[in-house]
């Protein structure tokens, strides 16, 4: 597919345009140089591109409980928190 998980996107930012650009490339070739993966990977790893992306889901998880406390007690609610603190728990 060719998508950019959020990982990769946290790792790119720590990066130049450049460096950006070479792993960017790879990526879109991965389909055919399937060695690219790993390389994409070591990437991701040298950058903490997951530490990054989970920091940043944790926050907007943070945000999400926020909004619904102005919501009052109520079985959808309830719900609705469980729901948001099963997305932050479930591995990465």
Do not use: W
């Not at 389909?31 to 944790?58: S, T």
């Not at 998880?61 to 928190?81: I, N, T």
Request: proline share 5%; aromatic share 6%.
């Amino acid at each position: 597919e060719q998508k950019i998980p959020q990982p990769l996107l946290c790792a790119l930012e720590s990066v130049s345009e450049e460096e950006a650009r070479a792993i960017r490339e790879k990526v879109n070739h991965i389909a055919d140089n399937p060695q690219y993966e790993a390389d994409v990977r070591a990437f991701v790893r040298e950058h903490d591109g997951v530490a990054k992306a989970a920091e940043l889901m944790n926050r907007y998880l943070d945000q999400a409980l926020e909004c619904l406390e102005a919501f009052p007690p109520s079985a959808r609610k309830d719900y609705l928190v469980a729901l948001t603190r099963y997305v932050g728990d479930r591995q990465i």
